[in-house]
């Protein structure tokens, strides 16, 4: 499974902006798939998390109420779209997949995916 993270940029506090994550073919039938971010100097961290259904997400204490998680209708794409962002979003926002059967779960853990896209970053002016 290959996937591609774009989207990220150049923004000012208060603006929105949409990530996508394209996945080869049909790469993510039966695949769940999380968003992860790494601000300069910190860890990893969950933002949002889809299960394959997309009946069960999961979205990070830190900016739940600003972002929603979706996939397009063929859902070879989710995207992440984000608003009201801060200065303290500013990162290196990560998309990723695994494997899922029953369609229904939802994983926050990095240690639970199995694919990584290259990382787009997210910066947000005060």
């Known amino acids: 499974v290959q996937l591609q993270a774009s989207g990220g940029g150049l923004v000012q506090a208060g603006d929105s902006l949409r990530l996508s994550c394209a996945a080869s073919?049909?790469?993510?039938?039966?695949?769940?798939v999380g968003w992860f971010r790494q601000a300069p100097g910190k860890e990893l961290e969950i933002v949002a998390a889809?299960?394959?259904?997309?009946?069960?997400?999961y979205f990070a204490d830190s900016m739940k109420g600003r972002i929603t998680i979706s996939a397009a209708g063929d859902k070879n794409t989710v995207y992440l779209q984000m608003s009201s962002l801060k200065p303290e979003d500013t990162a290196v926002y990560y998309c990723?997949?695994?494997?899922?059967?029953?369609?229904?779960?939802?994983?926050?853990?990095?240690?639970?995916?199995?694919?990584w896209g290259q990382g787009t970053l997210v910066t947000v002016s005060s």
């Open positions: 990723a997949a695994r494997w899922d059967q029953m369609g229904s779960r939802v994983y926050r853990d990095q240690t639970d995916y199995n694919y």
């Open positions: 073919r049909r790469a993510f039938s039966n695949h769940a």
């Open positions: 889809r299960s394959w259904s997309g009946r069960n997400t």
